[in-house]
């Protein structure tokens, strides 16, 4: 038996797992005892990866050769990697001849390798001349990122894992970790019991096992995070548990978010977050008094239209108290996706570009110009993912390549998404899966390998670097996916009678040591790292310089803030009240969220049975009340209906929800639901209602909430 180092492809914990294989086929996955992200530990999901790679099962599900169809009206049918790509190349090259190369655009995915997302990042900005390209990251950590380069100066999260271990007090927002990060969660247990001093403060919305094993849960009403925060601060104030030493050698800004924080009131903050003040006081003391005080934060911040606020306001919380810059302190976001860190690393979004520069700053562009070999990187910034969409489906933007993700499913609002799909011009998917709801959609399918079968790396939570290797051979005529593009770039090259190519890639490697290049000198140099060395040494966090032996795992221990002035920014917020509000027709909040065994749009873990034990099917979730008033029983079927559309699900009792509160997982799509015998209307999933506003910041859209009527099927 082979045994290959990797990580598991799932959510940004990014822990370390081991695949047993014989070269052909995955036989067996175990924990990566070595790995400082998990030390050998897997959850459901990661435990079962194996399940999800058997030969049967990528027989069903997997896209194994390039298809193509001549006309919308036509099937796809088998063709061939040169043809295909030809053809594609071709398309682009009229395209853009005859209407500019804004007319193109592409949608990637925080699933991929960084060594992927660059390339993608370099044939889009760097040959075609277009910023239109996004990221699936747009929906996950866009608003983390705006949040700590409004106040910190850099898309850096402060804090590492280790700290975890080292706080006095966890305050978990907005995050369901024991489902969502679970072998951080298993951390925190794991601290608890050695340090029964640790506290540990959840606020959500839902009542989560994560809330429950809180020892103070704040309860409060969707999106009032800010006010909370706020809230915490004005307490602080009072309680002169602010560090004012620290502020002004520090920070600036602090002056006016000090008047507007004035207004929020325990009795005030109480009453709009719906908790009782002396809840409210005691965790502004908490985390005031705490030596050590770790905020551990992910989509209930992230994933709304003032989601860079919400960010925004904790982290002053944190600078106001200097919570920041030490051992167990911190604002940390745990990253959703496995691989978003990456993808910020090297730029690949709309508005980004590689080694952590801006497209708006010009001095960047011709930084990454110079690097690539291009005469320029174009200044128009590129359509975010919400504008992408609909860039395509008002006809602005013609070809449509979308990579690695999902959005026929994924993305709010349904019916503008599909109606876009429609209207594109061409829709390329390059997938490991064609099970996707997306898949349908496509013009040309390019078959792309998937975990186990590529290499490369990737950076987790907390900026730790990890090689991710190959246990077996690609199936079928799947290709890698920096591979798919830049044997594409070669081609469009020719079209554009370019002399010589800026893709001079053969191996993974090669790429990555351009991106490693990229990053001299800025905030995540990693100039001293070598693909030897993280075999060799294992993982690694940025930053990490030329000369350097080691990583960094805290950042700003110094005080220093990469801004212009070395000082940390106060960014001065209120509380703005979410976009769909409750009204007489739409009665009930509804929210969405992870399940414990479930991943994204269930393309892989919906291939393993042993998964749905936790939860089988689809449902709404409703308190016991709210339900008794509408004479609706566990298992009845409902209408739930908003302004975007009526999706059918099946209703259940949930203590974790207050009265007026609704929940339903964010997994299911029409896939796995056609066999339940309900026809092919009975849901496209949650994301059929939910909202496409978004943070005027981030352009993150509000995915987590929306408001509904529900009525008896
Ligand atoms: Fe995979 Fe995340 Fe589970 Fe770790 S915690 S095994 S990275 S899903």
New binding site residues.
């Given amino acids: 038996m082979i045994e290959t180092k990797a990580?598991?492809c799932?959510?940004g914990?990014?822990?370390g797992v081991v695949i047993q294989s014989d070269g052909q086929q995955v036989l067996g996955v175990r924990g990566d005892p070595d790995h400082p992200a998990?030390f050998g530990r897997?959850?459901s999901?990661?435990?079962t990866l194996h399940l999800s790679a058997q030969p049967g099962i990528q027989k069903q599900v997997r896209a194994l050769y390039p298809e193509m169809r001549s006309s919308r009206d036509q099937a796809r049918v088998r063709s061939d990697w040169d043809s295909t790509l030809g053809s594609m190349a071709h398309r682009f090259a009229e395209t853009i001849a005859k209407h500019g190369p804004d007319s193109v655009g592409f949608y990637i995915s925080g699933q991929l390798l960084t060594e992927d997302y660059y390339v993608f990042n370099k044939l889009a900005k760097g040959l075609i001349g277009t910023n239109n390209i996004d990221s699936n990251s747009r929906l996950c950590m866009s608003s983390a990122v705006a949040g700590y380069k409004q106040t910190l100066g850099a898309d850096a999260p402060p804090s590492c894992y280790e700290d975890l271990e080292l706080a006095e007090l966890i305050f978990i927002v907005g995050s369901n970790t024991a489902y969502a990060?679970?072998?951080?969660y298993r951390r925190i247990e794991a601290a608890r019991k050695n340090n029964p001093a640790l506290k540990v403060i959840v606020a959500d919305p839902r009542r989560t096992d994560t809330a429950r094993e809180a020892d103070l849960f704040l309860q409060i009403l969707p999106g009032t995070d800010v006010a909370l925060f706020n809230g915490m601060l004005h307490l602080c104030l009072w309680e002169d548990l602010i560090d004012l030493d620290y502020i002004a050698a520090h920070t600036e800004g602090f002056a006016d978010l000090k008047q507007t924080v004035r207004a929020y009131t325990p009795a005030f903050v109480a009453q709009t977050c719906g908790i009782r003040e002396e809840d409210l006081i005691l965790a502004a003391r908490l985390f005031g008094q705490s030596k050590a005080s770790l905020s551990l934060y992910c989509q209930g911040l992230n994933q709304s239209a003032s989601g860079t606020a919400k960010n925004a306001a904790l982290i002053n919380l944190h600078l106001a108290t200097h919570q920041i810059g030490k051992p167990g302190a911190g604002p940390f976001s745990l990253t959703g996706q496995?691989n978003a860190m990456g993808g910020r690393e090297v730029g690949g979004m709309a508005n980004l570009l590689s080694g952590h520069r801006d497209l708006a700053n010009p001095r960047h562009r011709a930084e990454v110009a110079a690097l690539w070999g291009v005469a320029d990187v174009p200044e128009k910034p590129g359509k975010t993912a919400v504008e992408l969409f609909e860039a395509v489906r008002q006809g602005e933007i013609k070809l449509l390549w979308i990579v690695c993700t999902n959005p026929a499913q994924s993305m709010p609002e349904q019916n503008l998404i599909r109606e876009a799909l429609n209207k594109a011009e061409l829709v390329i998917v390059q997938e490991a899966y064609r099970s996707t709801a997306t898949v349908p959609y496509a013009d040309i399918l390019l078959p792309a390998t998937t975990w186990a079968e590529k290499s490369g790396t990737v950076t987790n939570s907390e900026r730790r670097i990890s090689r991710v290797n190959a246990a077996i051979a690609p199936p079928g005529e799947t290709r890698h996916d920096w591979a798919i593009a830049t044997a594409f770039a070669r081609k469009l090259e020719k079209f554009l009678d370019k002399p010589w190519t800026i893709f001079p890639y053969d191996t993974p490697e090669d790429v990555w040591l351009e991106h490693r290049e990229s990053t001299r000198g800025r905030d995540l140099d990693i100039t001293g790292l070598s693909y030897q060395l993280l075999d060799s040494q294992g993982p690694q966090q940025w930053p990490f310089p030329a000369g350097a032996t080691h990583g960094q795992p805290r950042l700003y221990e110094d005080g220093i803030f990469p801004t212009a002035n070395g000082r940390a920014r106060f960014v001065n917020v209120d509380y703005q009240p979410v976009v769909d509000k409750i009204d007489a027709r739409h009665p009930f909040a509804l929210t969405t969220g992870r399940l414990r065994d479930q991943?994204h749009g269930m393309s892989r873990t919906g291939t393993v049975a042993q998964l749905f034990s936790h939860v089988a099917e689809p449902g709404i979730e409703m308190a016991a009340p709210d339900m008794a008033r509408r004479f609706l029983k566990n298992g009845d079927l409902v209408h739930v209906t908003n302004k975007r559309g009526s999706q059918i699900f099946t209703v259940s009792e949930s203590d974790e929800m207050r009265p007026g509160q609704t929940f339903i997982a964010m997994h299911w799509g029409e896939e796995y639901v056609s066999g339940r015998g309900h026809g092919s209307n009975f849901s496209v999933g949650v994301n059929a209602l939910t909202s496409p506003a978004l943070d005027p910041s981030s352009k993150q859209p509000e995915l987590k909430h929306t408001a509904v009527k529900i009525l008896k099927a």
Avoid: A, D
């Fill in positions: 990580t598991c799932y959510c914990v990014g822990c998990n897997l959850c999901k990661g435990s990060h679970p072998i951080l496995p991943w």
